[in-house]
């Protein structure tokens, strides 16, 4: 097997059904230097992430199956996976849906379309407060 040209720090959960989107997120993420898995259902996303264990999560809110707040619910509801960082993506930018993504329990709120420097910046921001939280409570 090949090594890669360079080690990934991060794995990144995209959970997206519109292909283009997870392309062009898929390159940005690599751009960091991040490893990417991909699904584009809600169920699917569960079971990867407890094979995958990634670092954080790309999750759009509309998806066929089950909503990304569905599946955000389901993943602070499990002491397995609580801690991941989830960074909900979504084309409805309306302050309620906003509040409410937060309310469920997302790391961070990106309305479509993303740019690289902010879907770095947020996150950056996310990886950053885990891994604080995680030295806290060592």
Do not use: W
Request: aromatic share 2%; net charge negative; hydrophobic share 40%.
């Amino acid at each position: 097997m090949l090594e890669p040209r360079f080690p990934y720090r991060k794995t990144i959960l995209i959970v997206e059904d519109e292909p283009d989107t997870v392309e062009m997120l898929s390159e940005m993420m690599h751009l960091c230097g991040c490893q990417v898995v991909h699904t584009c259902r809600g169920h699917s996303a569960l079971e990867m992430i407890l094979t995958t264990k990634p670092d954080a999560l790309l999750l759009d809110v509309m998806l066929p199956d089950l909503s990304g707040l569905e599946v955000l619910r389901q993943i602070r509801n499990d002491p397995r996976l609580e801690q991941i960082p989830v960074i909900l993506v979504s084309g409805n930018c309306h302050p309620s849906n906003i509040r409410e993504g937060m309310m469920v329990g997302a790391s961070a709120y990106l309305t479509k379309p993303i740019s690289f420097s902010e879907l770095k910046e947020a996150l950056d921001g996310v990886v950053k407060k885990k891994a604080q939280t995680a030295g806290a409570s060592v």
